[in-house]
């Protein structure tokens, strides 16, 4: 006989439709899982590697520069996905916020089961806790045992909830408080910690957000006896955030009167090497006098809400110029950068005062330490022990500076300069020691090594200290910065780390002790743990509180064994000791469990609830 024909068979079972709100929801819900925010998680730290690897324009432009132009063929892939400037492309700004609604849509219903849950008794007591992975039966010693297990759960940190079942002829008063039961929890640290630790980082990303929007970093040097005030006109570079304007800068000036640099001397693998760098300076603030204060490597000055770090020094000998008539065109410290562990430094000086046209440019390189030999001039030393300033020059128009426009301090644009020349027609270069001076090409005038005679004899006239008119004096580079996310943002990782240590090793448990009297008019006690995942403290856990309570052995079962006696003594009397010896698991046992397959559904419930 055939089977008869189903209306529709053969036909493809058609799928109900989300529809716009059930595909939102849905959508929603993916995002929100904690699978989804562990994957973001990783994808923003995957996402962070190239800016540790390929050199950043808001770290180091100069360094962008020549990547650019050693690899030419990579370099515009890498623009173009935005690798010199990661973490403001477009791509890392989006992991940035999924992550972050990610772990608020994850985080913020835990917390209100969690509160829920701190603020909720202890579930009630089982019906049957010989079921429970840890149970003991014992003769209960001393009256009031639900009291004395509440006081000593309560000693050992658990939340408690004691509830006492009244009783007929049990004894007068003393017997209608014997029979009842104890529920205790502890280990909701657990899952706080977990709460916290992604709370954290969700306080991590506001920090960091707040620090990309308004923070601002900027970049001077200052030689020794000059300062700066917290202008951006006055900074050499300012990267500032995406809400922060030049108004926004609270009024602070600093100035440097000293900077002392200690090098290693001795004769060694070390030789040379820094060992410790002191810039002195003076700040003024308004509505204040001004202070002294230090600046060390590690260790900024606090001034108007910024913090301002020493993070390099170099030297800035002084050049003078004068033109044809003896005028004296330029005179002041000229930083140059240091290019080597022996501060050989290369540098620009750039004369406008002749004007376009007629306008000077030198280059060239500062030893501190000079010795001319087979391999050509070189420093050798760090410290200014023999220093020694190499010059060429250029004259016509120095370009772009002419029109107001921003330029590189330490380059020379020569587009539209020709160099200087001898008598014979060579390149034109000098050695100045310093206090030497020479005579430029073509009666263009005077280069000297330091400030002019007349300016350092009215110094001395002054009394003023030998250092204010020092040929080579040196500079320090500071770093100003303000950030306000930083602190938020170290306080939010030492919550993430306190958390996610809490969340590791707290162990999450229940205990429940049930009093029951017995036959001859004495307390039967069951006493009886789980734990939610390994654990191993609850056997001594449960141990601990049954001897407390116990003063003989009834009945024990460590595994929750369905043969285990629920009353009455055993045969041969009590054991010596109050807690039952925990057997062994054998064969009996896991043939129990095969013949009772519902026991662990039983025990996932009781942990659920």
Known sequence: MSAPVLPGRGRPPVQPRLGTVGTARFVWRQLTSMRTALFLLVLLAVGAVPGSVVPQLDVDAAAVVTYREEHPVLAPWLERLGFFDVYASPWFSAIYLLLFVSLVGCVLPRSRQQWTAWRSRPPRTPSRLERLPEHRVVVAAGADPLGRAAAVLRRRRYRV????????????????????????????????????????????????????????????????????????????????????????????????????????????????????????????????????????????????GTEVYLAGNGYAPVVTVTDAQGVVVYSEPTPFLAQDSAYTSTGVVKVLGAGPGQQLGFTGGLLPTAVIDEEGPRSIFPDKR????????????????????????????????????????????????????????????????????????????????????????RFAGLTVQHDPGRIPALVFSVLAMAGLVASLFTPR????????????????????????????????????LARALGAGVLAGSASGRAGAPRGGAPPGGHRSRGVAERPQRGRGDLDAQHEHPHRRRDLNQELRT
């Open 161 to 304: 909830d004691l509830r006492r079942e009244a009783t007929e002829g049990a004894g007068g008063s003393d017997g209608a408080a014997t029979r009842g039961s104890v529920a205790a929890e502890r280990g909701h640290l657990r899952e706080t910690g977990n709460l916290v630790f992604h709370l954290s980082l969700v306080g991590l990303l506001l920090a960091l957000a707040a620090s990309g929007l308004l923070s601002y970093r900027a970049q001077v040097i200052v030689p020794v006896g000059q300062g700066f005030s917290n202008t951006v006109a006055r900074y050499d570079r300012f990267d500032p955030g995406a809400w922060v304007s030049a108004a926004d800068l609270l009024p602070f000036a600093v100035t440097l009167d000293s900077l002392a640099v200690e090098f290693e001397e001795v004769v060694g693998g070390q030789l040379g090497e820094p060992r410790d760098f002191e810039a002195r300076v003076r700040v003024d603030e308004p509505g204040g006098r001004a202070r002294e204060d230090v600046i060390r490597v590690n260790e900024p000055l606090s001034a108007g």
């Open 386 to 473: 023999d220093p020694l300033l190499l010059l060429t020059g250029f004259r016509g128009d120095l370009g772009a500076v002419n029109d107001g426009l921003p330029v590189n301090v330490y380059e020379l644009d020569t587009t539209s300069m020709e160099q200087l020349t001898t008598g014979e027609g060579e390149p034109w270069s000098v050695a100045l020691r310093p206090g030497d001076a020479v005579d430029l090409p073509d009666g263009l005038g005077t280069l000297r090594f330091g400030y002019p005679p007349d300016v350092v004899a009215a110094s001395a006239a002054a009394g003023a200290p030998a250092s204010e008119t020092e040929p080579l004096p």
């Open 509 to 544: 448990r229940r205990v429940f002790v049930r009093v029951l009297s017995t036959e001859g008019g004495g307390a039967r006690v069951e006493v009886a743990g789980l734990a939610r995942g390994e654990d191993a403290g609850l056997a001594q856990e449960v141990d601990a």
